[in-house]
């Protein structure tokens, strides 16, 4: 689950660092246009009907391109094979959005096919290395045109505003069913997958590839650009639709029909990863400089029945998987809350990372958000996965049909008017100038919001708790002595034995009136 979005992280880093090198230059070198296949009718019902045909016959995994020159095309090398953004598909005209591509390499070896469509006509982009900034000598020189070695896309800022060609792409779509959009604080950070499967589970998680694309133009910039996906692997076939729209942030509204060729231990849908290291939560002594690092730091919940809950996540000492039971979920998603840049003292700008947040469209029916969290000793491994698992078991010859819109943000597109838990953390329980009592730790839990304003001078909120196993004592509540009206915590010790996990539940009330979210946590005790 790491390797694919870190690797992805590290070359859009490379391939802009030397794009801005080569702009001049890129220039003064003969234009080279892209070159299109003969036309033939498309549409998404009829991408479906390829997809269900798909899932009926065995599968059969897309092409690769010489694999002993694409493992020599590392890290630098791909660096160096930038797009020549005069090349770019609507470079001039046609729509308001450019797409550029991305060239296979080692850690993305696999073809995908590239469309673009016009008036129900689809025509194939062809593949040219010339499209590519790259000496003669480059080893990705040695591919053949057949099969092709695009393996990606990138969508550009709008062509009618500042340089287009400067900026960084607002839509990424790399690698197996990855893609990623650019938050509302010009940063990028989590993913999402078209499908996730058996994640967390006994058995080796699956990844299908989205194996073709097909472009549809956005008239003006207010417009969503149009993408239409083939996804394929070993297990299920789908087809899918994403209207993308450039907004403070990135809106994207999706349409997925899956057809599954065998059964499926844990089927996810709308799934997004990300990573979780450490934060204010907990710690291990001196394992790194900086006091946070993660891409999220909690995953958000808005249920059925109204209720909002916000789980912090973990770095936990074995894979854990939580199951949030659901019956047509209003949202969920994996959010960054803290961000505040000097409580992470970082030159990557953690502090920035986009939030996502899936809200499904129709019946969802029953199921449950689950939350897998995997161990991680580094920032360079993706370890955190949330996603929307139908109740009943996903069978061989079954079909789905989702939709959903998937905001990529600073904060939740529809926040709560209840105050919201701002951070978690954990220390040694018992009392201070004493012996701290083994197998006690003491939890304090931060809340803000402006119900917690109006609570009346000498009075004060009580703090709700529970806990599925241990015994709870010196619980208190006060307002935390920052002048920052509205902002309490609740601290309490929580005494137990033996390493299985307790769940644990929080809010607030005053009087008979909720004043918070739901705090949720998962402690492993150690």
């Given at each position: 689950m790491?390797?694919?979005?870190?690797?992805?992280?590290q070359?859009?880093?490379?391939?802009?660092?030397?794009?801005?090198?080569?702009?001049?230059?890129?220039?003064?070198?003969?234009?080279?246009?892209?070159?299109?296949?003969?036309?033939?009718?498309?549409?998404?019902?009829?991408?479906?009907?390829?997809?269900?045909?798909?899932?009926?016959?065995?599968?059969?995994?897309?092409?690769?391109?010489?694999?002993?020159?694409?493992?020599?095309?590392?890290?630098?090398?791909?660096?160096?094979?930038?797009?020549?953004?005069?090349?770019?598909?609507w470079?001039?005209?046609?729509?308001a959005y450019?797409?550029?591509?991305?060239?296979?390499?080692?850690?993305?070896?696999?073809?995908?096919?590239?469309?673009?469509?016009?008036?129900?006509?689809?025509?194939?982009?062809?593949?040219?290395p010339?499209?590519?900034?790259?000496?003669?000598?480059?080893?990705?020189?040695?591919?053949?045109?057949?099969?092709?070695?695009?393996?990606?896309?990138?969508?550009?800022?709008?062509?009618?505003?500042?340089?287009?060609?400067?900026?960084?792409?607002?839509?990424?779509?790399?690698?197996?069913?990855?893609?990623?959009?650019?938050?509302?604080l010009?940063?990028?950070?989590?993913?999402?997958?078209?499908?996730?499967?058996?994640?967390?589970?006994?058995n080796?998680?699956?990844?299908?590839?989205?194996?073709?694309?097909?472009f549809?133009?956005?008239?003006?910039?207010?417009?969503?650009?149009?993408?239409?996906?083939?996804?394929?692997?070993?297990?299920?076939?789908?087809?899918?639709?994403?209207?993308?729209?450039?907004?403070?942030?990135?809106?994207?509204?999706?349409?997925?029909?899956?057809y599954?060729?065998?059964?499926?231990?844990?089927?996810?849908?709308?799934?997004?990863?990300?990573?979780?290291?450490?934060?204010?939560?907990?710690?291990?002594?001196?394992?790194?400089?900086?006091?946070?690092?993660?891409?999220?730091?909690?995953?958000?919940?808005?249920?059925?029945?109204?209720?909002?809950?916000?789980?912090?996540?973990?770095?936990?000492?074995?894979?854990?998987?939580?199951?949030?039971?659901?019956?047509?979920?209003?949202g969920?998603?994996?959010?960054?809350?803290?961000?505040?840049?000097?409580?992470?003292?970082?030159?990557?700008?953690?502090?920035?990372?986009?939030?996502?947040?899936?809200?499904?469209?129709?019946?969802?029916?029953?199921?449950?958000?689950?939350?897998?969290?995997?161990?991680?000793?580094?920032?360079?491994?993706?370890?955190i996965?949330a996603?929307?698992?139908?109740?009943?078991?996903?069978?061989?010859?079954?079909?789905?049909?989702?939709?959903?819109?998937?905001?990529?943000?600073?904060?939740?597109?529809?926040?709560?008017?209840?105050?919201?838990?701002?951070?978690?953390?954990?220390?040694?329980?018992?009392?201070?100038?004493?012996?701290?009592?083994?197998?006690?730790?003491?939890?304090?839990?931060?809340?803000?919001?402006?119900?917690?304003?109006?609570?009346?001078?000498?009075?004060?909120?009580?703090?709700?708790?529970?806990?599925?196993?241990?015994?709870?004592?010196?619980?208190?509540?006060?307002?935390?002595?920052?002048?920052?009206?509205?902002?309490?915590?609740?601290?309490?010790?929580?005494?137990?034995?033996?390493?299985?996990?307790?769940?644990?539940?929080?809010?607030?009330?005053?009087?008979?009136?909720?004043?918070?979210?739901?705090?949720?946590?998962?402690y492993?005790?150690?």
């Amino acid at each position: 689950m790491s390797l694919t979005r870190r690797h992805f992280m590290q070359l859009t880093l490379a391939a802009s660092a030397f794009s801005a090198l080569r702009v001049a230059g890129a220039e003064s070198e003969p234009r080279v246009r892209l070159a299109l296949g003969a036309p033939g009718p498309f549409s998404f019902d009829a991408l479906k009907s390829m997809a269900r045909e798909r899932a009926s016959r065995d599968y059969v995994p897309p092409p690769q391109p010489d694999p002993e020159i694409v493992k020599q095309i590392d890290y630098d090398a791909h660096g160096k094979l930038t797009y020549r953004k005069e090349a770019a598909l609507w470079a001039d005209s046609g729509s308001a959005y450019p797409v550029t591509f991305q060239h296979v390499g080692m850690f993305f070896p696999k073809t995908v096919r590239m469309h673009v469509v016009e008036k129900g006509q689809a025509r194939e982009i062809a593949y040219d290395p010339r499209l590519f900034n790259a000496g003669p000598d480059h080893v990705a020189r040695g591919l053949k045109p057949e099969p092709s070695a695009f393996a990606g896309f990138w969508v550009q800022e709008r062509r009618d505003g500042p340089d287009w060609k400067k900026l960084e792409p607002w839509v990424t779509f790399l690698g197996a069913s990855y893609f990623r959009a650019i938050g509302a604080l010009g940063q990028v950070g989590l993913s999402a997958r078209g499908i996730a499967i058996a994640p967390g589970t006994s058995n080796p998680e699956e990844f299908p590839d989205f194996t073709a694309f097909w472009f549809e133009g956005a008239a003006k910039a207010s417009d969503p650009l149009i993408v239409y996906a083939l996804l394929d692997g070993p297990s299920l076939a789908g087809a899918y639709r994403f209207a993308l729209h450039r907004t403070k942030g990135v809106m994207m509204e999706i349409q997925a029909a899956l057809y599954l060729r065998k059964d499926v231990d844990r089927l996810g849908i709308a799934p997004l990863t990300s990573m979780y290291w450490f934060s204010e939560t907990s710690k291990p002594t001196a394992v790194d400089w900086r006091p946070e690092v993660h891409d999220s730091d909690g995953l958000a919940i808005w249920n059925g029945v109204g209720e909002h809950i916000w789980r912090p996540l973990n770095n936990p000492p074995h894979i854990s998987v939580s199951s949030f039971q659901d019956r047509t979920p209003r949202g969920f998603g994996l959010l960054q809350r803290d961000r505040v840049l000097d409580h992470y003292h970082d030159g990557v700008r953690y502090h920035l990372r986009p939030s996502a947040w899936v809200e499904p469209r129709g019946d969802w029916g029953a199921g449950a958000i689950q939350l897998t969290e995997i161990p991680t000793d580094d920032e360079i491994h993706d370890n955190i996965v949330a996603m929307w698992v139908p109740a009943e078991p996903a069978k061989a010859g079954q079909s789905y049909d989702f939709a959903y819109k998937l905001h990529w943000l600073a904060d939740e597109p529809y926040p709560s008017p209840l105050a919201r838990c701002v951070a978690t953390r954990l220390g040694n329980g018992g009392q201070p100038g004493k012996p701290r009592p083994k197998g006690v730790r003491k939890f304090m839990i931060e809340f803000l919001g402006k119900p917690l304003e109006k609570i009346p001078f000498g009075e004060k909120p009580e703090p709700v708790i529970t806990v599925s196993r241990g015994e709870l004592s010196r619980v208190e509540i006060e307002a935390v002595p920052d002048d920052v009206p509205g902002h309490w915590r609740t601290h309490f010790d929580l005494a137990v034995s033996g390493p299985e996990p307790v769940e644990m539940r929080c809010f607030l009330r005053f009087k008979d009136q909720v004043m918070s979210e739901t705090w949720l946590f998962q402690y492993h005790p150690f």
